[in-house]
């Protein structure tokens, strides 16, 4: 077994049955993590005391002969989720110094579950970009070019699995936070059905689209992972109050009678000929599986951008208030309390949080919320409405995760042409329905030298998470596109 | 237009006379419930600062709330209790502004969906007047934290710092919005009061002002008299009893009738009134008032309330406080006083209530109730309703006085024993020869008795010195050791005496 390049699943049962102990995997890990992490920046913090605390509780339950589906594997957690006694900053200044005094449900579950804590992970300022370029404490590269983004928000997150930095990761997608850095890293992200996985303990930056997930190098390894952090919580109003069906055991490995949506106006078009030529592949792919493909339509998708770009900052504004300097994390004085506030704010806010308070307020504001928001929360109602229509034809939609592969640092100045990365996830963020993106190919970008990968999205009805995760299994099989690449050669410090 | 200036204006009786003010009250009352709004955290009053706070209350970061069912319930059943609708969706929304006590810098609240919309408050005044206003709506919604600031004389003008005490933060509060139905002072009075005490009744708030939990808000405006539209209003808040809501709403009707009365116009603003002072000062005009940004809170999922959670809850609801006062007064001829004490007591009114049931008599029983057995209850320190004294043997004790078995000596002494040992009002009088004397032959001969011993009174009475016959009656009582039918006796005396 080897604690660095296998998957979740054989690291858990090689633990289950002794044949290795957590402490050993922590102890391999430790070394590796912090040599690779020196070049990759995938973390904000490393955390080797509490990893090796768990790791002797989880050698201890096993021997007290518990099985635990994540015995032993090392895992990430985004920074924007609380740990006990671990910084957790959201990639922020103004939370730089917080140590959070309590865990949230998500992680809780999953170090519960046997799994390592490994550290906390970097990302754009609460996960607010598509770049993690965003983050006010540091950089993160892609680990297959370390000239690249490696996608964001939760880019530290996507690299440190990408990059063999842990086995798993827990990410945050609010409009294609977990899906486009999967993509961008060659491995699987996943987000469940908004509801699934508790939010209590993730910094809240839009809380209707918010939802936690698993990145991992296998869909089994992200379908183990949901299978632990998944299911109600008494502590989130929103987490949905219905049972979860195990996903792991139910994979697949055919698509017969399986019918797959695409998009007509998700057209390949616009893409560079060597982007379409591997989704046409991936396409056609399904098909060879036994899938039949359909011609979906989405008409409203196209106002799926400036319906997101309204809601979340609106509720990104509200929820962001509370970061005032007056309890916790950074206070800069001023003459009086509203002083302090805007010193406080100025200079804890990176632009890309200001720019999205400002909108949000705008659009809440008295005489122009009915224009902005009300009007944005109907086209959410309409763009759900039609993929509720496109999927009575089909079982599953596919697209592109995104449109390019992982771009280089500051190519993406204008911060509409950040946005346009998201431009096929966030509809489906918008519907509240359960998505991923699992590896489809890889080209070599223009400008660079290194192929990198590509990612397929896929998209099913609301609460379909086994069979999204068993379809997704299937192509994976078949095609294996993410044994073809391997990431960057780390040389020893 | 006349150039007095409004502070040389005196208020007489005539310019009140000349106007008419229309109030409209908004108070927050603080729900009572083992728990905090949307957290766990106990939801009780004080304790040392900060430490009634977690994750939630103090909106640390990820912290999500959850709404307390109970504080919904509350919400259904005073919203009832005044025949409020329960609309069958309800959702909460966020109130955005920053204020330090306010952990999230927006408080949860309700603004286009209430919980409860509708209503009648039906009240009375000290002088038994009755009267009626209209509720908007009640809304459910979280209280703030406390600021204390660091000056020596915690106000902020001269601190150099504040200090927050969250242990409030989260609280529940109910608003309950009413119409502009009021006239005076002295019915917004009467209107928080009838609130209070059917919030206190229904046991969903303890409605302590003195603890803050009873917080309240007076739209005031003025019209000539006779006219149909409204005046422009002022808001007046930090009203922390109901004498300073009295008094604020009076300063402030004089107010405006000396601006409007000087030539001026009153102007749409919120006032805060100065208790010290005894006067209301402006704090903040309409064009500087909030932008709130209200939109639905994306952590809280629709309230849906069903029809048979109405009907149960219903079924449950006991009296109200003012159908309690009304039943006392048209039923059972109990002056407003009286009646409002009981109402107010009520351990006592329920008792009150199983004695009449058993008497049949409310006047004959109020007067023992509030008279010698409030009495007695007080001396020992013990309420009525935890005495020895059982509501059918006053009851007994009733019918015994009124059947002039007894008299009202006799009846004194009764109480006193049975205060004292319980029992049975008739047992008692049977074993102590209580039984009031009305045998004619019997007092007759008394009478005669006592007459025959004072000449001298006798002949005192005939010569004009009526007044002795209180002499006379209390000897023939004495005579009959207290059981003589004393108007019996007094007419006996009259005759004898050739009056």
Redesign the interface.
């Known amino acids: 077994m080897d604690p660095i390049k296998d998957t979740a699943v054989s690291i858990a049962r090689a633990v289950n049955a002794k044949e290795a102990a957590a402490a050993e995997i922590a102890e391999a890990l430790i070394p590796h993590v912090s040599r690779v992490d020196a070049q990759l920046g995938a973390y904000l913090q490393l955390t080797p005391e509490l990893m090796r605390e768990h790791a002797r509780r989880v050698d201890e339950r096993v021997r007290a002969g518990e099985t635990l589906p994540l015995a032993g594997v090392p895992v990430a957690i985004k920074d924007n989720m609380c740990l006990t006694g671990t910084r957790t900053t959201a990639g922020s200044k103004i939370l730089e110094h917080f140590v959070a005094p309590y865990t949230a449900t998500a992680v809780q579950r999953l170090l519960a579950a046997g799994a390592l804590p490994i550290g906390k992970t970097n990302l754009d300022e609460f996960a607010m970009g598509s770049s993690c370029e965003n983050s006010a404490l540091g950089v993160t590269r892609n680990p297959y070019d370390l000239d690249r983004v490696p996608g964001g928000s939760s880019g530290g997150s996507a690299a440190a699995v990408g990059g063999f930095e842990a086995t798993l990761s827990l990410g945050s997608d609010t409009g294609g936070s977990i899906r486009e850095p999967a993509a961008f890293c060659n491995i699987v992200g996943f987000k469940p059905t908004y509801g699934r996985v508790s939010r209590y303990g993730l910094i809240a930056f839009a809380s209707s689209l918010d939802q936690i997930g698993p990145f991992a190098r296998t869909v089994e390894d992200a379908a183990l992972t949901y299978d632990v952090i998944g299911g109600h919580d008494p502590l989130d109003a929103t987490s949905v109050d219905r049972p979860l069906e195990p996903t792991a055991h139910a994979l697949r490995e055919d698509l017969r009678g399986v019918r797959v949506g695409i998009v007509k106006e998700f057209g390949l078009g616009q893409l560079d000929a060597n982007v379409r030529a591997c989704y046409e592949a991936a396409y056609a792919d399904l098909e060879k599986l036994g899938a039949e493909l359909v011609e979906v339509e989405l008409p409203t998708a196209e106002y799926g951008l400036a319906t997101y770009y309204l809601v979340a900052p609106a509720e990104c504004s509200s929820n962001l208030a509370r970061f005032d300097g007056v309890r916790y994390g950074l206070r800069v004085d001023g003459a009086d309390v509203g002083e302090m506030y805007e010193k406080t704010r100025a200079a804890g806010f990176g632009p890309e949080v200001k720019r999205r308070i400002l909108i949000g307020t705008y659009a809440l504001s008295s005489g122009y919320y009915d224009a902005y928001y009300l009007k944005a929360q109907k086209a959410r109602t309409k763009i759900a409405e039609d993929f509720a229509r496109a999927f009575a034809r089909c079982d599953v939609i596919a697209s592109p995760a995104a449109s390019t592969p992982a771009f280089g640092f500051n190519a993406k100045s204008d911060p509409v042409s950040m946005y346009l990365m998201d431009y096929y996830t966030i509809p489906v963020s918008l519907a509240g329905l359960p998505s991923l993106s699992v590896p489809c190919g890889a080209v070599v970008p223009e400008g660079g030298t290194r192929p990198m990968p590509l990612g397929l999205q896929l998209a099913t009805p609301l609460f379909t998470e086994r069979s999204l995760l068993g379809i997704a299994h299937a192509y994976e099989r078949a095609t294996r596109h993410a044994e073809k690449l391997s990431p960057v050669e780390i040389a020893a410090a | 237009m006349s150039t007095i200036a409004p502070e040389d204006i005196t208020v007489t009786p005539e310019l009140l006379e000349k106007y008419e003010a229309v109030i409209g009250i908004e108070c927050h009352v603080e729900l009572k419930t083992e728990s905090k709004m949307f957290c766990g955290c106990p939801n009780a009053f004080g304790g040392e600062p900060n430490t009634k706070v977690c994750?939630v209350c103090?909106?640390?970061?990820?912290?999500?709330?959850?709404?307390n069912a109970a504080a919904i319930d509350h919400m259904i059943r005073a919203g009832l209790a005044f025949g409020a609708t329960i609309p069958p969706h309800s959702k909460f929304d966020?109130k955005?502004y920053?204020y330090?006590d306010m952990?999230?810098?927006?408080q949860i609240s309700q603004y286009d969906m209430p919980l409860t919309q509708g209503g009648v408050v039906r009240y009375w005044l000290e002088d038994g007047t009755r009267g009626e206003c209209r509720l908007t709506r009640i809304h459910l919604e979280e209280d703030t934290g406390k600021s204390t600031h660091a000056s020596a004389d915690g106000r902020l003008a001269g601190a150099t710092s504040?200090l927050?005490d969250f242990n409030r933060a989260g609280v529940p509060l109910m608003e309950c919005v009413g119409e502009p139905d009021i006239r005076s002072a002295d019915e917004a009075v009467a209107f928080l009061e009838t609130l209070a005490r059917t919030f206190r009744q229904l046991g969903v708030s303890d409605v302590k002002m003195e603890e803050g939990s009873l917080r309240c808000d007076a739209n005031v405006s003025i019209r000539l008299r006779g006219a149909t539209e409204y005046g422009t209003k002022a808001e007046i808040k930090n009203m922390n009893s109901f004498r300073s809501v009295r008094r604020a709403i009076e300063s402030e009707i004089a107010r405006q009738i000396r601006v409007v009365e000087s030539g001026g116009r009153v102007i749409q603003e919120t006032r805060g009134w100065d208790e010290a002072a005894g006067t209301t000062h402006s704090q903040r005009s309409k064009e500087q008032a909030h932008?709130y940004?209200?939109?639905p809170d994306?952590?809280?999922?629709p309230i849906d309330v069903t029809a048979e959670t109405v009907a149960a809850v219903k079924a449950t609801l006991p009296v109200t406080p003012y159908e309690h006062y009304v039943r006392y007064v048209d039923e059972y001829g109990i002056d407003t006083k009286r009646a409002t004490q009981l109402v107010d007591d009520a351990p006592l009114a329920a008792w009150f209530d199983r004695a009449v049931e058993a008497s049949g008599n409310g006047q004959a029983t109020v007067a023992f109730v509030l008279g010698d057995l409030s009495r007695l209850a007080n001396e020992s320190g013990t309420h009525v309703a935890e005495g020895k004294v059982t509501p059918e043997a006053l009851a007994e004790l009733v019918a015994l006085t009124t059947s002039n078995a007894i008299n009202s000596k006799a009846a004194k002494q009764v109480l006193e024993t049975l205060w004292n040992e319980g029992g049975s009002a008739k047992a008692i009088v049977e074993r102590e020869g209580l039984a009031q004397v009305s045998d004619r032959g019997a007092i007759e001969k008394i009478v005669d008795e006592v007459l025959a011993a004072n000449p001298k009174v006798v002949a005192d009475y005939q010569a004009g010195k009526l007044n002795v016959m209180g002499f006379l009656t209390g000897a023939v009582m004495k005579a009959s050791r207290g059981k003589a039918n004393p108007s019996l006796a007094q007419e006996l005396l009259k005759e004898k005496l050739g009056a």
Do not use: T
Not at chain 2, 58 to 67: D, S
Not at chain 2, 103 to 106: M, Q
């Open positions: 994750p103090l909106a640390l970061p990820g912290a999500l709330p959850v709404p966020r955005n920053f330090p952990p999230k810098n927006y504040s927050v932008d940004r209200y939109f994306p952590d809280l999922v």
